[in-house]
């Protein structure tokens, strides 16, 4: 077998700046290849159709190939076919490098297919970058959903870049990442350049300069602002970092047409399919808040910020293409990398659903599950802290009721603020405002009370955070510890506000009950159940909640 050069986990690196890379917009057809072997399967809106192609690739690793680092991606052969077929569902998980034009595309680039012989296979842009490749101007690989950190199965690697994706050498030094996960610094090179092919740093950079190069071709930002945006200090750093990575100057990267317009800016931020969109808007739509969050039918729109500098926000998704359209009104252009962040997590757009489904098949529920909700994902939340709050509110209430308390709440310490006048014009209360308030005169028994202002001091205080990269069992430690905060409360936090795939309130009555069959089974049990499914829990536990009234009424018809 073929042994090909190969890295593993997701980011991007080097853009593609010669004339063999023409300057035309990226069209990632998810259903335009027939159905054929080896071919991808025209996909319905939810992405219901699974290909053999994608089955294979992710059904063994006994057919993937290691490189001298250990990493692995899927056969070459299988590369190739997902690279021929264009297949969505593999966008981000490995870079096609092309040795006669130095470039690297994404699996889905239009461009013509190159020679195999010209051809090698990453498992990361980053990876790509640094064998001297730079990214395609027609396939954009700063487009490239992200992959899981967790399909790599290394806890201390997966922490690393949950936190660098997170932003955590934005401001901070590889030292300081390394002290935060345990180990010294030279250790965490050492495994980064054994399993990635690449230091953090360089992980880190190739993310800034692919930021800086969607900036430069989707919006009108100056250059000074996309340079403050990408984590440069100067104007002359960014330069001479984004000629060295891109090949190309800023200016010969910026596009003549933007998708920006004079007040804000539209951004793409794609994800494999299949995506059940709807189905993300009708969770969101349950629990909105008004005066801070509405779900209109086909986008989500929010209020962010400061009471002194609101920004709006509105997602939608593409009808054509797999991705959504983040819309940003009155960002401080330094805000935008942790708004892209934020937002990814919380429509959850670097799930890999392959894996998840595989898992699934044990359990004939949720094989139905997914059946019927192929593209279901995990709903994130805006900010942790707002999660949690919703979380103890929700206790031994129905959504509807929690959603009303939330709102009482946002009305009565909720931060105002000057906004278009069309509804929008509160921002969640920090923890500082929440630690000593009086929560009893929203209608609060008294205990649920205390447990919001001890949260709130908690956070406030350092003791609590929803930081990325945090082992499960420590962040679900920390919070039970607080008085009136159960393993219910704490999975679910961790569920939605870390986006930890591995989450399981295991005392929902609604999980016990539809895996008992309408008679609720064991917290004990229920954790037992759930073992064959590890590590992506959280994903069932959103199967099992869509299943749980289809169940209900067949049960009593």
Known sequence: MRTIKAVTTDVGAHPVG?????????????GAHPVGDWRAPRLDGSGR??????????????????????NTLPASEICDRAREARDARFDGLFFTAVTSTGIYCRPVCPAPAPKRRNIRYF?????????????????????????????????????????IADGALQDGSVDVLAARLG?????????????????????????RLLLAKQLLTETNLPATQIALASGFRSVRRFNAAF???????????????SQATADGLTLRLCYRPPFDFAAMLGFLAKRAMPGLERVDGDSYQRLAGTADAPLRLRVTADPQQPELHLRIDGADPRAIPGIVRRVRRLFDLDADLAPVH??????????????QRPGLRVPGGWDGFEIA?????????????????AGRLLRAFGTPCTSSGDGFDRLFPAPEALREAPLESIGLPRARAASLRTLAAAVADGDVDFSAGQRLDDFVARLCALPGIGAWTAHYVAMRALGHPDAFPAGDLILRQVLGNG????TRDCEARSQPWRPWRAYAVLHLWHLSSELAKERTS
């Open 18 to 30: 010669d004339r063999r890379a023409p300057r035309r917009a990226v069209t990632t057809n998810v």
């Open 49 to 70: 159709a699974q290909g053999a192609l994608l089955q294979q690739a992710r059904a063994s690793r006994s057919d993937a190939v290691a490189d001298h680092h250990g």
């Open 123 to 163: 498992a990361t842009a980053a990876a790509a970058a640094a064998a001297g490749f730079r990214p395609c101007l027609r396939c954009r690989p700063e487009l490239a959903p992200g992959a899981m950190a967790h399909r790599l199965g290394e806890a201390l690697l997966d922490r690393a870049l949950a936190m």
């Open 183 to 207: 180990v010294s610094a030279r250790q965490l090179r050492r495994l980064f350049v054994e399993r990635m092919g690449v230091a953090p740093l360089a992980l880190h950079t190739t993310r």
């Open 243 to 257: 000629q060295q990575g891109c090949g190309l100057a800023p200016t010969q990267i910026r596009r003549t047409r």
């Open 358 to 371: 595989r898992a699934f098949a044990v359990e004939p529920l949720l094989a139905r599950g997914i059946a």
């Open 389 to 405: 709050v919703r979380a103890i509110l929700g206790q031994q209430v129905s959504v509807a009721g929690a959603t009303t308390l």
């Open 519 to 522: 008679t609720a089974i064991s």
